[in-house]
């Protein structure tokens, strides 16, 4: 039997193993976009329940599975993670008003969890996390006909895992292609051998202290403002690269300049070129000092007042969601919207959007942090934008723990989001709202430009970590070397006959004047018969973010 102590024990066990191991597996991602985030969310969702789990004193089977089950449903993140807190939340069932566990019991749980999981999924994939965890309670299952001892069903539970999870490329072509597995189900593998070790006599695994906390990563590149946390006496960080011509000066020359018009100076000189950092409140003269070495590339200017004053408003937004709001019987309709960078902050709010949760990708919020958003907008019903495919399915758990009617809709992308509230009517029903709003969705194609976070052979494109990846309504169309020529050949695809709106949304990779460059450039390919509005939306991850109607 395991009682309620040593189940407590093993999934505190389970959730340090998959913290340790949460970078390997994000790099199981198939798609080379910089969202191989599978591991981190399940990290970030089952961490959620071990701080709860170590409050609870010599806890029953049923008191431990029911806390880690709220705390996963609460603190799920990615559609892994919510995955993993249903699977959890079969325990609760499972082991409900039990003092301890034997093997029926933990059999019977990961079923309940896998029941839930699959019902959870609109259309489950085979050769996932599902998979995984299905195989692993059906053997379990019938193993429990022939033993009780709990231990000994949890040994069958992780073996027939690990067999899983290797069948996975053989249901899934995309990962056989690739030569990995699914990283979900490696995800889940790694947190039931955690548990096991704990089950087996052994001590709880210890986080490593690199793992320690588990964050995601938000921005693509450093964070120019976050290097100063108290004034900011220059404006601009500015970086470029000089490609030196023969007849260079030493850089010391271009180093002293540089500290007569700011500060943070960093010159690195080599025999071909010079890399220089600087903060300055006269960017175009740092430049210009530069030209006098040779030929400049790879030129950077981030405003890091700006950038300060965006982290300042993302964490104003935060702080208001935290304040519960009861329903206002006089007020029918609210909107949360789930959204990364100030631009598109404001976008939304301008578009009628109460509350914005900052997210996206690579920061995928938690169910918890949707629910808190949806409780501090006073609306008898709260419509929910996602905005993006690994967010649905956190939006959704928080319908069932909403005091008020909340209505998800399936947005995908920003643009979807966008097209969804320019669809929304006050004077109509819920009822035709809803119809409306979803039917708008169907009438907006997006594009993205990213780059790829790693060597990839995906989808019978051979690709290198730092190309630019251009993803058409998702699906990647094609790659580049040049983010505006990737930008301008994208939209064009995008572009049909009967178009007649396109919106160029730029992130906080790309400056005002590149932006204006681009947008010159659409121009030209798609002809002035087309409005074209660009919006500084300050996204990380992806450089353009285009919708076309």
């Not at 079923?111 to 999981?117: C, I, K």
């Not at 990995?180 to 096991?196: H, R, S, T, Y």
């Not at 501090?376 to 929910?384: E, G, L, M, N, S």
């Not at 709106?501 to 932006?515: E, H, K, L, M, R």
């Amino acid at each position: 039997m395991i009682s309620g102590q040593l189940l407590r024990d093993s999934m505190v066990s389970g959730a340090n193993n998959i913290a340790n191991y949460k970078q390997q597996v994000d790099e199981l991602n198939v798609f080379p976009v910089p969202d191989g985030d599978t591991g981190t969310n399940m990290s970030m969702t089952i961490g959620a329940a071990k701080a709860e789990l170590l409050r609870l004193d010599n806890p029953t089977a049923s008191q431990t599975a029911d806390v880690a089950a709220s705390a996963l449903l609460r603190g799920a993140r990615g559609n892994s993670g919510v995955i993993l807190s249903l699977l959890f939340r079969g325990f609760s069932r499972g082991l409900k008003d039990k003092e301890s566990a034997n093997g029926a019991d933990l059999a019977f749980a990961l079923s309940t969890g896998v029941e839930a999981a699959y019902k959870a999924v609109m259309k489950p994939t085979e050769g996932t996390i599902l998979t995984v965890a299905r195989l692993a309670a059906e053997k379990a299952t019938e193993a429990a006909k022939e033993t009780n001892d709990a231990v000994t069903i949890f040994d069958i539970i992780v073996e027939e895992a690990k067999v899983a999870l290797e069948q996975t490329p053989e249901l899934l072509p995309v990962l056989k292609k690739a030569g990995v597995v699914d990283a979900g189900g490696k995800g889940l593998l790694v947190i039931f051998e955690g548990m096991q070790k704990v089950f087996h006599g052994e001590a709880i695994i210890e986080p490593d202290k690199k793992s320690e906390p588990v964050t995601p990563v938000v921005m693509t590149v450093r964070n120019a403002a976050a290097e100063y946390d108290g004034e900011i006496t220059f404006t601009y960080c500015t970086e470029f690269i000089v490609n030196k011509s023969d007849k260079a000066k030493a850089a010391l020359a271009l180093r002293a300049y540089l500290e007569s018009i700011g500060d943070s100076v960093v010159v690195v000189d080599d025999d071909t070129i010079i890399k220089v950092h600087v903060h300055t409140n006269n960017p175009g003269n740092a430049l210009q000092e530069g030209l006098k070495f040779g030929m400049l590339t790879n030129m950077k200017i981030e405003n890091m007042r700006e950038q300060h004053e965006n982290k300042v408003y993302e964490a104003k937004q935060m702080a208001e969601m935290d304040e519960y709001v009861p329903v206002d019987p006089e007020r029918a309709f609210g909107f949360v919207a789930v959204a990364a960078g100030q631009g598109l902050h404001t976008l939304f709010a301008d578009l009628g959007v109460d509350k914005i949760v900052s997210g996206g990708q690579t920061m995928n919020p938690s169910t918890d942090d949707i629910l808190r958003a949806i409780h501090a907008v006073p609306a008898k019903t709260v419509f929910v934008l996602p905005n993006n495919k690994n967010i649905i399915m956190a939006a959704e758990q928080a319908v069932k723990l909403a005091d008020r009617r909340v209505c998800v809709l399936q947005t995908r992308t920003i643009p979807q989001g966008l097209s969804a509230m320019l669809a929304f009517d006050p004077e109509l029903s819920f009822t035709d709202n809803r119809l409306n709003m979803t039917k708008a969705l169907d009438h907006v194609s997006t594009g993205q430009i990213t780059f790829a976070a790693r060597d990839s052979d995906f989808d019978g494109h051979k690709i290198k970590e730092g190309e630019i990846l251009a993803l058409e309504n998702g699906k990647l169309g094609f790659t580049e070397k040049d983010v505006t020529k990737a930008l301008v050949k994208l939209t064009n695809r995008l572009v049909k006959r009967d178009s007649s709106f396109v919106t160029v949304i730029y992130g906080s990779d790309v400056t005002d004047s590149q932006a204006e460059i681009a947008y010159e450039a659409i121009r030209t390919k798609v002809g002035n018969d087309i409005e074209i509005n660009l919006v500084n939306g300050g996204q990380p991850v992806y450089y353009y973010i285009v919708s076309v109607e």
